[in-house]
């Protein structure tokens, strides 16, 4: 626990006023893992970033707290009412790489000396009262990539930056005068416009405003695209990281004109600033209990993020935020409910709180935008993990991991089940839907898309006989899919996969086929084969999910006992183990050599 640091925000906090998102900051509570928007390094022993974008602070910065964070990377104070100048005592956070202080109050000149932030890489201190002339200190600012100084009231002449790393810059709505230097020149004109410029940059404004007006009718969504989109598009230019801009440019701007869009006006930067507050005061995301992370949509617009997946129900993005949290974005497609059943369904799903559960942190709902966050997973699903690439990236699965990854995800699903009454369903177990919770256990993710998105797009594979249509699923096909679950840690097998040809097998049909010709340690992931002492294990398993899968769901086990059975699995042979040992030591299992009791098979 970083104790000097967290005396230091204790004292930020009680002498600035604040809402009561900072609740949770109190000395009994642990800063690194509960305060919210705080960040540590890994060894916990400094916090490292500050993200408090939207915490009803105002006031002046009181002097001598921020400033003792000495391993401070990132600052994040944006829309917020925070007053007086710029906060002298920053220049001892020598560590600075990013610098969110826009939507807020602050007036006077902006410090001289820049220089002191070696490592600056963002820097937004737009929509302030900042006054006085551009320092040129900024151009020893050798990682700096964005520069905005928007909509503040800064004046005299623009100095000569020269700064390569640059890649996005916005200077516009201020006082500046004179003429934009030739080495700012490859900046677009509306980063230069609303000023008093004298040479050919400072623009009519009637082109600039021309495209904004052009769909007003869109007016709403707009005001949250266009700042990230302009950055987005000169990123995307000079750098080409067209995967990276992916997130941004197919996930929030899809449905808004384009063209001439990157131009910013005068009186659009204006009507921005209404468009935007108006638009987050109806859909905000809406954040749940315990989530430390503190942004907002513009905050994730800007994010950096790399597309993780198409899925049936949208499309999942790695993003991240200032570049210090990563999240995951689930962008959601066809939902075919109304806000009210969303917003209720995600309040149902937001409040569970389980180890085997993969926490849903915070939604945001629009008209044109549904977004689900969760926690990153950094191994990625068991998906990926059971079928990646053999070498290579392929997180190897030993027997102890598949075991317990049911054992999580059996108990994950007797929790779901066990809310609002038994009415809640997953309706979409799959091995891309589980993670791995930190101490190797399954995780269950996706709760209740099911209900929410048009029936006809569900997954084949996992789906019970019966859920041909999600109104139709019981808590008996949860129970299924897990079945189909184990099947595929035994098998180490898709559950529809291609055998030669054009001929698609479906594991469960497959599995059972094999078990009925008694060549049962044919169907067992190969891999599992190098481990000792595991058969007996492997064909309880094996058991368990071929009972999971019957065709009539009133036969399938019941979640509860499914628990137990697989947790069985490791009691009882850790008994046994120690008396076969020495007699099987070694020994990996044959055809012909296992038994499966006799069950009433559906295939
Ligand atoms: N929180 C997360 N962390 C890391 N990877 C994730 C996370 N959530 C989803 N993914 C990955 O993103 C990809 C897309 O996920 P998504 O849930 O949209 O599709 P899916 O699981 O393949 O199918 P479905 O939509 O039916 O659930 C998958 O590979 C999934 O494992």
Redesign the pocket.
């Known amino acids: 626990e970083p104790t000097e640091d967290k005396q230091a925000l204790l004292d930020f906090l009680h002498n600035i006023s604040h809402s009561h998102h900072l609740i949770n900051w109190n000395k009994s509570s642990s800063v690194c893992k509960s305060w919210i928007g705080v960040t540590c390094n890994s060894e916990q022993s400094h916090v490292i970033a500050l993200q408090l974008t939207r915490t009803g602070l105002s006031g002046r910065i009181p002097p001598n707290t921020l400033s003792r964070l000495s391993a401070l990377q990132t600052v994040s104070l944006a829309s917020n009412s925070i007053t007086g100048s710029f906060p002298s005592d920053f220049s001892q956070l020598n560590n600075l790489i990013y610098l969110y202080l826009q939507f807020n109050k602050f007036s006077g000149p902006l410090p001289s000396d820049f220089s002191v932030w070696k490592n600056l890489s963002i820097v937004n201190l737009s929509n302030n009262s900042f006054n006085g002339s551009i320092p040129f200190s900024l151009s020893n600012l050798t990682h700096l990539s964005s520069l905005v100084l928007a909509n503040n009231t800064l004046s005299g002449d623009i100095p000569d930056l020269t700064i390569p790393t640059l890649l996005e810059l916005n200077f516009a709505n201020n006082n500046l005068s004179g003429v934009v230097p030739e080495s700012l020149e490859r900046f677009p004109r509306g980063a230069f416009s609303g000023n008093n410029l004298a040479s050919s940059h400072a623009l009519s404004p009637s082109f600039l405003i021309k495209p904004r007006n052009s769909h007003p009718t869109r007016k709403k969504s707009k005001g949250l695209r266009e700042p990230a989109l302009l950055g987005v598009i000169i990123g995307a230019c000079v750098l080409g990281i067209s995967v990276i801009t992916a997130f941004v440019i197919v996930c929030f701007y899809e449905k808004g004109g384009r063209s001439g869009q990157q131009v910013k006006s005068q009186k659009g930067e204006a009507s921005r600033k209404k468009e935007g507050s108006e638009s987050r005061d109806n859909n905000r995301i809406v954040f749940f209990e315990g989530c430390t992370l503190a942004f907002d949509l513009e905050d994730l617009l800007r994010a950096s993020a790399e597309v993780?997946?198409?899925?049936?129900?949208?499309?999942?993005y790695?993003a991240a935020l200032e570049d210090v949290t990563t999240v995951?974005v689930?962008r959601l497609k066809d939902v075919i409910v109304g806000k009210r059943e969303f917003e209720q369904q995600m309040e149902m799903v937001g409040r569970i709180r389980h180890d085997n559960v993969?926490a849903l942190r915070a939604y945001y709902y629009s008209k044109e935008e549904k977004l689900m966050v969760?926690?990153?997973?950094e191994q990625?699903?068991v998906?990926?993990m059971l079928h990646g690439k053999r070498e290579g990236s392929r997180v190897s699965l030993n027997w102890d991991s598949r075991l317990k990854i049911a054992i999580g995800v059996a108990r994950g699903i007797a929790h779901i089940h066990a809310q609002q009454g038994g009415k809640l369903l997953h309706g979409?177990i799959?091995s891309?839907?589980i993670?791995l919770n930190p101490r190797g256990y399954g995780c269950v993710?996706?709760i209740g898309l099911a209900t929410l998105i048009n029936p006809a797009t569900r997954?084949t594979g996992y789906r019970a006989p019966e859920a041909t249509d999600t109104r139709k699923s019981v808590a008996a096909s949860d129970v299924y899919s897990f079945g189909v679950l184990l099947l595929e840690l035994l098998t180490g097998r898709f559950p529809l996969h291609a055998k030669g040809g054009e001929e698609v097998v479906h594991l469960v049909r497959w599995v059972n086929s094999v078990v009925r010709e008694e060549w049962t340690a044919e169907v067992f992931d190969v891999e599992l084969l190098r481990y000792p002492n595991i058969e007996e294990e492997m064909v309880e398993m094996l058991q368990i999910g071929m009972a999971c899968v019957v065709r009539t769901p009133d036969q399938r086990p019941k979640i509860g006992d499914v628990v137990r059975m697989v947790e069985e699995i490791r009691r009882v042979n850790a008994e046994n183990r120690s008396s076969t040992e020495s007699r099987s030591e070694g020994s990996t299992p044959t055809p012909h050599s296992i038994e499966i009791p006799s069950t009433s098979f559906a295939y």
């Open positions: 993780l997946g198409k899925g049936t129900f949208g499309t999942v790695k995951a689930k993969a969760y926690d990153y997973y990625g699903s998906s990926s979409n799959k891309s839907n993670f993710s996706d997954t």
